[in-house]
T-cell receptor, first 119, second 114 residues
Framework: AQTVTQSQPEMSVQEAETVTLSCTYD???????LFWYKQPPSRQMILVIR??????QNATENRFSVNFQKAAKSFSLKISDSQLGDAAMYFC????????????????FGQGTILTVHP | GAVVSQHPSWVICKSGTSVKIECRSL??????MFWYRQFPKQSLMLMAT?????????EQGVEKDKFLINHASLTLSTLTVTSAHPEDSSFYIC??????????FGQGTRLTVV
C-alpha cells in the first residue's frame, strides 16, 4: 500500500516570490511515479508535473520544479515567480508502475495544500 | 492530447431518484477508469475502478448497489447513483490514464440531492 502525506494544510506567497510545498510518501514498490496536481476554484484537476522514481534528475516544467529525494521519500514542489493564477489547492500523488499499464491512473493522494497568492 | 470529458457538470435531483454521470476519454482508449468523490477542501477519495468489459472493483466501504458502474466501451464509463439521498450530495470526478504520462481528470460533477 502507498501513503502520501502533505503536512501543510495552507501556504501563502507574495506574487513574484517563490514557494515550496512539501510532500512525503511511503511505498514498498521499486517502480512508481509521483505527481503534483493543481485544483483551482473550478475544481478541474490539472497535472502540474510528474516524476519517475527511477530517474534521479528532478523534473521541471517552466516555473514548476520538484526536489525528489528518493531515500528520504520526499517530493516537494517549488513554484518560482508565483502568479495570481497559481492560487489553488495542490495535491501530491503517487502511483505504482504496472507492466500492463492499467494502474497508472490509480492514484494515492495527499491531503492537499491550499496555496494563496497575495498581490 | 489526453482529454477526459465528464457530463453533466452539475445536477440537482430529488431524493429517491437515480442520476447517471458519464466519463469519456476523447483522444485515447482507456480499459480502466477511476471514480473519485471529493468533499469541500478535502482530498479525493477513490470509490471504484471501472474495468472495460468486466465488473468494477469497489473500494472498501463503498456500496456497490448504491453506486453502479458500467464500462461498456474503451472510451466510456458511467456512474449511476441509485436512490439518491441528501448524504450522496458531493463532487464526483472521474479519471483515465493513457499510460505513463499520468492520470487525466474530467471536469467533475457536482451532485445535489434535495
Amino acid at each position: 500500500a502507498q501513503t502520501v502525506t502533505q503536512s501543510q494544510p495552507e501556504m501563502s506567497v507574495q506574487e513574484a516570490e517563490t514557494v515550496t510545498l512539501s510532500c512525503t510518501y511511503d511505498t514498498s514498490e521499486s517502480d512508481y511515479y509521483l505527481f503534483w496536481y493543481k485544483q483551482p476554484p473550478s475544481r478541474q484537476m490539472i497535472l502540474v508535473i510528474r516524476q519517475e522514481a527511477y530517474k534521479q534528475q528532478n523534473a521541471t516544467e517552466n516555473r514548476f520544479s520538484v526536489n525528489f529525494q528518493k531515500a528520504a521519500k520526499s517530493f516537494s514542489l517549488k513554484i518560482s515567480d508565483s502568479q495570481l493564477g497559481d492560487a489553488a489547492m495542490y495535491f501530491c500523488a503517487s502511483t505504482n508502475f504496472n507492466a500492463g499499464g492499467t494502474s497508472y491512473g490509480k492514484l494515492t493522494f495527499g491531503q492537499g495544500t491550499i496555496l494563496t497568492v497575495h498581490p | 492530447g489526453a482529454v477526459v470529458s465528464q457530463h453533466p457538470s452539475w445536477v440537482i435531483c430529488k431524493s429517491g431518484t437515480s442520476v447517471k454521470i458519464e466519463c469519456r476519454s476523447l483522444d485515447f482508449q482507456a480499459t480502466t477508469m477511476f471514480w473519485y468523490r471529493q468533499f469541500p477542501k478535502q482530498s479525493l477519495m477513490l470509490m471504484a475502478t471501472s474495468n472495460e468489459g468486466s465488473k468494477a472493483t469497489y473500494e472498501q466501504g463503498v456500496e456497490k448497489d448504491k453506486f453502479l458502474i458500467n464500462h461498456a466501451s474503451l472510451t466510456l464509463s458511467t456512474l449511476t447513483v441509485t436512490s439518491a439521498h441528501p448524504e450522496d450530495s458531493s463532487f464526483y470526478i472521474c479519471s483515465a490514464s493513457p499510460g505513463q504520462r499520468g492520470a487525466f481528470f474530467g471536469q467533475g460533477t457536482r451532485l445535489t440531492v434535495v
